[in-house]
Structure formats: structure tokens, C-alpha cells
């Protein structure tokens, strides 16, 4: 393996980055986009970066994701893209007839500065744009920010286009769910629907990417947020957004806009963070906790007593996305877990960070904290200073192969194992599948560290 020859000696770099703990802003747009029911992603760029962006989610999904791009040539990258983008609408309403065109654009068309609410009301005086129909932007270029600022700014321009408000509050809670997988955003509504609240998710890509195989073809599938629904998240009595870095930006335009409040929580992993989620759902919302959800959360309380004897002290290494990440490592320090390195690959502010260092203020371990960091760090970091284990995602295997560490992969992307779009780790049902994982990864390494005279048959 070429990481083995990872220095273990530590250089600042603030013009350089190796190995990134990211990747960027189209693929978490063209992720949020498959969340609108009907809709078909569009990549304003060359056809290289719309065949990556449709590779890493399929890869990471498992599931044939759909999508155009303007194509391109040097024509275009010299006197701009406007006419590739009109042939292009008129091609996808005549050919693929989707509900909704979502636009984002890419490194080339922002170079060149092409104009896309223009293009688009061109196309939508030349008829381009069938009646009923709908085209969208969000402005994603890959050199600054993430995957994550990509989904965020797509997600606001569903606010931004669509959101209106018709004079009087609905009985309806918008959910902002995060970048998180098909599974969890279906057991965040899941959690809301059983406290009897009525909900209105945006983007939601369960049933899109996670969606059954019936041996007949739909190229839209049934899951996602409608048109509709979006228009009248202006209505709702409040607005949920989980995460700071990938909600809060829809949410807060939701506010200013239609006057929608919201409150901004972390995602609802563990029981902590669960316990916020569904506390603010009463709120407001004024209903009370079903018995069901008191079941799980015992559940999970009753797990956590059990096995705690295998978490106690145990060193963590976590990489991956910010929300992720601060969700994660809060789920670690109540399960007594000892986060000692901790690398996101995306900006987050200073006052994610102070969010970060207050998460790991109660553990007697002093934490490493890098916003943002890169893979080469992260792995220097485990040379320097080992753990007992690695939370991240694919790319994180190499790390735990040549440090010889047990790795539980959580985040994206996850190219090399299945179950992440259907098993979901958030709420209390989730956070004892975590549970789960984790403490299989650890006692599967006492397992295969004991000799034949200490190995236990009961753990």
C-alpha cells in the first residue's frame, strides 16, 4: 500500500491539499435535485463532470441515477454555453417529459459567467418550457466549497423559486432533512408521522434511491417532494432544518421570505440529538410523545447499558461530512467513546468548530480538530497519536488496512458495502443500528486478537 509511506511528520500546508476529505458542490446538488419528485438533474458543463457526478452517486447508491448536461465543446467554453443549455430544455421536455429541470452549473460555466436565470427565461419566451413545467437553478461551482455547499444551494433555490406563502399558517412542519441517505430521510418523516404531525420534506430521495425492483421501467420514480409541496412549505407553521451547514440556508431564505420560523437543530443521531428532534416536533407542533417512540428510545437506553463495558475509553478516529461528523462524535462522548482525531473536509465556520470542542469538552481525552483537513492528515494523525477505531467512509479502508485498525463506515461516499440507502442511523431505531455496527467492529477485533486460551464464547 503507497499510504504506508505516510510521513508521520506533520507540515502545515495552506495552499495544498492531499487526498481530500470532500468532493464537490454538483454532486451534492444533483443529489438534493432527485429529492423533487419528477425531476431531472442538469449539468451546465462538460460531459466529464456530468459522467463523475452520475458515477459517484450510482456507485454510492447502487441505483441508476438519471441525468443531461449541456455538453460542452470549445465553442461553448469560449463564447459560452446559452445555446447548449436551450437545446437542451427543449430536447428533456421533448424526449424525457420530466416535471422539473434543476440546473446546476459546474467550474466551466461559471468561468465563463453564463447568466442562467436569463438562458432560462429565454427559453421560456422561445416556448421552450411547456406549460405546467419548471426549470430551477443553483450556482455550484467545484472550486469553492463542497458536495455539501452544493446541496445547500440547491436546496435554497427550492426555497427561492418556489416557496410562496397563500396568507395563513397550515397545520404543516417543513423538514429540511440534511445530506444524509434515502433511508434516514424516510425515518426522520417516519418519527414525525407517528407523533400524528403532518410534514412537508424537501428534498426527500427516499423511494428515489432506494426504490424497489419491480421488473418494469419508470424513468421518474414515485419518491420526492412534489412541486406543489414546495410552493407551499411558504404556508407551514414551521420549518426543521438538521444540520447547520447543509439546511440552515434553505431554511433561514424560508423565514425571510414567507416568514416561516425555524429552528436549526443537529442531525437526530444518538439519543441526545434524538431526543432534541423530537422534543422541538412537540413543540411545535403541540402534541405529545406517542408510546411507541418512549418503546424505542428505551430500547436503545436499555442497548447502550448493556454493552457499555466495550465502548468505555475506547479512541476514536472520525472523518467525513461537518454535520456528520459533530452528530457522530456527540453519539461517541455519550456512549463514553473517547474521539481523539477528528478531520471534516468542508469549511464550516468557527462556530461549527466551537460546536465541535464543546461536543468533546466532557472527554477526558484531548481532542485533534481539523476544519477542514484532508485524508494525508487524518492518516498522520493515526500514525502519530493511534486509535482503537475509524468511523468515515470508503476511503477511509486504506487508513484502516495499513494501521491495521477496524473501520465502521458511515457517510458518503460508501462504494464498497450496501445497506447505507436502506438501513437508516438516525432516531432511536438508528442509532441502536449504529450501535450495533460499532460494537460488532470492536468485538470482532477482541475476537480475532484472542488466543485459543482467553477467546469467549459469551461476550
Request: aromatic residues 8%.
Amino acid at each position: 500500500m503507497l499510504l504506508r509511506h505516510t510521513p508521520t511528520e506533520i507540515k502545515e500546508r495552506s495552499a495544498l491539499t492531499v487526498n481530500p476529505a470532500k468532493t464537490c458542490q454538483p454532486i451534492g446538488a444533483m443529489y438534493a435535485s432527485l429529492g423533487v419528485h419528477g425531476c431531472l438533474p442538469h449539468s451546465h458543463g462538460s460531459q466529464g463532470c456530468y459522467a463523475y457526478h452520475r458515477s459517484a452517486l450510482t456507485r454510492h447508491y447502487k441505483e441508476p441515477v438519471a441525468a443531461a448536461t449541456s455538453a460542452f465543446t470549445e465553442g461553448a467554453s469560449v463564447f459560452g454555453g446559452q445555446a447548449n443549455l436551450l437545446q437542451a430544455i427543449d430536447n428533456i421536455f421533448s424526449v424525457y417529459n420530466p416535471q422539473v429541470i434543476a440546473v446546476h452549473t459546474t467550474c466551466l460555466s461559471e468561468t465563463i459567467g453564463d447568466d442562467i436565470p436569463q438562458i432560462v427565461a429565454k427559453a421560456k419566451a422561445d416556448g421552450k418550457v411547456p406549460e405546467g413545467k419548471f426549470v430551477f437553478h443553483a450556482n455550484t461551482p467545484s472550486y469553492v466549497g463542497s458536495h455539501i455547499t452544493g446541496f445547500a444551494n440547491m436546496t435554497k433555490a427550492m426555497v427561492d423559486y418556489f416557496a410562496e406563502s397563500n396568507g395563513h399558517k397550515e397545520k404543516t412542519i417543513n423538514l429540511i432533512p440534511g445530506y444524509v441517505e434515502p433511508s434516514d430521510m424516510a425515518e426522520i418523516r417516519r418519527i414525525a408521522e407517528s407523533m400524528g404531525i403532518s410534514t412537508i420534506m424537501f428534498p426527500d430521495t427516499s423511494k428515489v434511491l432506494n426504490g424497489p425492483l419491480t421488473g418494469k421501467y419508470k424513468m421518474f420514480p414515485e419518491g420526492g417532494a412534489t412541486i406543489d409541496d414546495l410552493k407551499r412549505s411558504g404556508s407551514s407553521m414551521g420549518t426543521i432544518a438538521l444540520g447547520r451547514t447543509a439546511s440552515m440556508p434553505a431554511a433561514r431564505a424560508l423565514d425571510t421570505k414567507c416568514k416561516v420560523p425555524c429552528e436549526i437543530l443537529g442531525l437526530p443521531m444518538g439519543l441526545h440529538g434524538t431526543d432534541a428532534f423530537v422534543d422541538t416536533l412537540r413543540r411545535m407542533a403541540g402534541v405529545s410523545v406517542p408510546e411507541s417512540l418512549n418503546l424505542e428510545r428505551g430500547q436503545l437506553v436499555d442497548a447502550i447499558s448493556d454493552w457499555h463495558q466495550y465502548f468505555y475509553g475506547k479512541r476514536v478516529a472520525i472523518v467525513g461530512d461537518p454535520d456528520q461528523v459533530l452528530a457522530l462524535t456527540r453519539f461517541l462522548v455519550s456512549l463514553d467513546m473517547r474521539p481523539v482525531h477528528i478531520v471534516t473536509g468542508s469549511k464550516a465556520g468557527k462556530k461549527y468548530e466551537k460546536s465541535l470542542h464543546e461536543a468533546v469538552s466532557e472527554s477526558p481525552v484531548a481532542a485533534t480538530i481539523n476544519v477542514p483537513g484532508d485524508m494525508l492528515l487524518f492518516h498522520q494523525l493515526i500514525k502519530n497519536d493511534p486509535v482503537d477505531l475509524i468511523v468515515g467512509n470508503t476511503y477511509a479502508k486504506y487508513i484502516a488496512k495499513d494501521e491495521d485498525i477496524p473501520l465502521v463506515r458511515h457517510g458518503f461516499p460508501i462504494y464498497d458495502r450496501l445497506g447505507h440507502s436502506y438501513f437508516s442511523t438516525m432516531g432511536y431505531r438508528g442509532a441502536l443500528r449504529l450501535v450495533e455496527k460499532l460494537l460488532d467492529a470492536i468485538l470482532d477485533r477482541k475476537d480475532r486478537d484472542a488466543t485459543d486460551i482467553d477467546m469467549e464464547l459469551v461476550m
